[in-house]
């Protein structure tokens, strides 16, 4: 048995109304053979809004310096509108995800931009990014879809963040603290 990974990440989460939503949206998918693979379950949805790493063990000084630029965070309250199924093909497992407008799109890298301000200030060593590309993750699908498939819009109003906790190959998603977007 492999040694568990620990990752480490802040995220939005959608209210269990979208979840289940959401849920309604990879049912369709997996009830026409659109897709086969790994569907993730509803309690784990959220959009990662910055990753801080993968980890044998989490140090408790990690999480006090992600909590330190949680706090540090000034960012209003945004809507989230999900509006296609897509891909992230080239892996060996495809990620099947649901996408953001071209709007929330914007509001989700603008808070990604501000995260990783605050967690190098807060002296976190982050995995290098260029670029981040919203979504939530529904499936690891045993191919990339050919094209992206529009459904009907699912929206929220992201109020809070999340600094989230997750073993590798575990069914579960800890929330280590929650903060108000607010600005």
């Known amino acids: ?27 369709g998918m997996r009830a026409g053979g659109v897709l086969r693979g790994h569907w993730i379950r509803a309690a784990k949805y959220h959009i990662t809004t910055l990753f801080l790493g993968s980890y044998a063990f989490v140090p408790d000084d990690l999480v006090e310096r992600a909590k330190c630029a949680a706090e540090a965070i000034a960012f209003a309250p945004f809507e989230v509108t999900l509006d296609r199924v897509s891909s992230f093909p080239g892996r060996r497992q495809s ?6 407008s071209q709007d929330s799109a914007e509001a989700l890298r ?18 290098e990014e260029t670029k981040f590309t919203p979504h939530l993750t529904i499936a690891y699908g045993d191919r990339a879809l050919p094209e992206a498939l529009p459904i009907e ?3 929220w ?17 800890r929330p280590l603290g929650s903060w108000r977007l607010q600005g």
């Open 153 to 155: 819009p699912l929206r």
């Open 95 to 100: 990620p099947c995800i649901l996408c953001c």
């Open 1 to 27: 048995m492999g040694m568990l990974m620990h990752r480490l990440f802040f995220a939005v989460r959608p209210p269990a109304a979208v979840g289940a939503a959401v849920e309604q949206v990879a049912a």
């Open 110 to 127: 603008a808070l990604w931009a501000q995260l990783r301000i605050e967690a190098s200030a807060a002296g976190m060593a982050l995995p």
């Open 157 to 173: 109003r992201a109020e809070q963040f999340f600094l989230m906790h997750s073993d590798a190959g575990d069914s579960v998603h």
